[in-house]
């Protein structure tokens, strides 16, 4: 059973930074891509970043430039930093990890507001 576990969301103003946290207690981790989700109501579920075993990142045009991905695989952690953050960035955020062997799993959200 492969368990994420994400912390980090919260409220915050137009403008403002959040850092999100996934913490995965498997020893797949590191050989894992891993990647945060995001989902607001009434819409799908989009990606927003990925990050490779080899460290090499991806992200949604929406929120290049602005938010970074990165990965402690010594602490089997994977983190988003959001910076600049906008009234449409609101959504619950999933953790991803996708294994080539076993699949894809994911966080239970964490919430992130926006708002002024």
């Known amino acids: 059973q492969v368990q994420l576990v994400e912390s980090g969301g919260g409220l915050v103003q137009p403008g403002g930074s959040l850092r999100l946290s996934c913490a995965a207690a498997?020893?797949?981790?590191?050989?894992?891509?891993m990647g945060w989700y995001r989902q607001s109501p009434g819409k799908h579920r989009e990606l927003v970043a990925t990050?490779?075993?080899?460290?090499?990142?991806n992200y949604a045009d929406s929120v290049r430039d602005r938010f970074t991905i990165s990965r402690d695989n010594a602490k089997n952690t994977v983190y988003l930093e959001m910076n600049g953050l906008k009234p449409e960035d609101t959504a619950v955020y999933y953790c991803?990890?996708?294994?080539?062997?076993?699949?894809?799993?994911w966080g239970q959200g964490t919430q992130v507001t926006v708002s002024s």
């Open positions: 990050i490779t075993s080899g460290y090499r990142a």
């Open positions: 498997v020893s797949i981790f590191s050989v894992s891509r």
């Open positions: 991803n990890l996708n294994n080539p062997r076993l699949g894809d799993y």
